[in-house]
Antibody, heavy 120, light 109 residues
Framework: QVLLVQSGPEVTKPGASVKVSCKAS????????VHWVRQAPGQGLEWMAR????????HFAQKFQGRVTMTRDTSANTAYMQLSRLTFDDTAIYYC?????????????WGQGTQVTVSS | SYVLTQPPSVSVAPGNTARITCGGD??????VHWYRQRPGQAPVLVIY???DRPSGIPERFSGSNSGNTATLTITRVEAGDEADYYC????????????FGTGTKFTVL
């Protein structure tokens, strides 16, 4: 089963961008999608977007269209999520998670989460 | 967008049975997945496709789905079951495509 390790916490200012990484190991990068899910303080889970690491195809929640950029480095088995034009409401823990490309309906493995804090 | 409604909190004494519901319009025709999130930790899949358990999840966890309600059942509740629980569905006709429930804080008395 894949293991996901995310980059460390970030503190950034309103209007700036943040880029979070998610390194996968233990299974071929081509066998699953990588998703990004966030959780604001004391709140529930919110799905943002997914990428097919093999093809690079992406799919976004409309709420994040235009503000989220997902990329991947297949040689490093790493996926990246960049969120731009940050506001205070973007303060959250950002999780990467995977779903099988053949069975994409649920999330089977999760990273440990990356705390992103937007503060002036 | 599609809405999944869960009770904010459920409490059960150790050894008893807990039921956490997830309400959605005609949710019975969708497949429901459940996650457990312990404080300070990432979510963990505990039930997928309404009733299947991933390896490592005890048989005490089960699920059902019919009509407008899906249910996660935990039998012989233990202190370690205390966590937030979220239901989730995928729907190609809604935005976002992946929808989580509002979450239930499960407390072992």
């Amino acid at each position: 089963q894949v293991l996901l390790v995310q980059s460390g916490p970030e503190v950034t200012k309103p209007g700036a961008s943040v880029k979070v990484s998610c390194k996968a190991s233990g299974q071929r990068f081509s066998t699953y999608y990588v998703h990004w899910v966030r959780q604001a303080p004391g709140q529930g889970l919110e799905w943002m977007a997914r990428i097919n690491p093999t093809s690079g195809d992406t799919h976004f929640a409309q709420k994040f269209q235009g503000r989220v950029t997902m990329t991947r480095d297949t040689s490093a088995n790493t996926a990246y999520m960049q969120l731009s034009r940050l506001t205070f409401d973007d303060t959250a823990i950002y999780y990467c998670t995977t779903s099988s490309v053949r069975d994409w309906y649920y999330f089977d493995v999760w990273g440990q989460g990356t705390q992103v804090t937007v503060s002036s | 967008s599609y809405v999944l409604t869960q009770p904010p909190s459920v409490s059960v004494a150790p050894g008893n049975t807990a039921r956490i519901t997830c309400g959605g319009d005609n949710i019975g025709i969708k497949t429901v997945h459940w996650y457990r999130q312990r404080p300070g930790q990432a979510p963990v899949l505990v039930i997928y496709y309404d009733e299947d358990r991933p390896s490592g999840i005890p048989e005490r966890f089960s699920g059902s789905n019919s009509g407008n309600t899906a249910t996660l059942t935990i039998t012989r509740v233990e202190a370690g079951d205390e966590a937030d629980y979220y239901c989730q569905v995928w729907d190609s006709d809604t935005d976002p495509s992946y929808v989580f429930g509002t979450g239930t804080k499960f407390t072992v008395l």
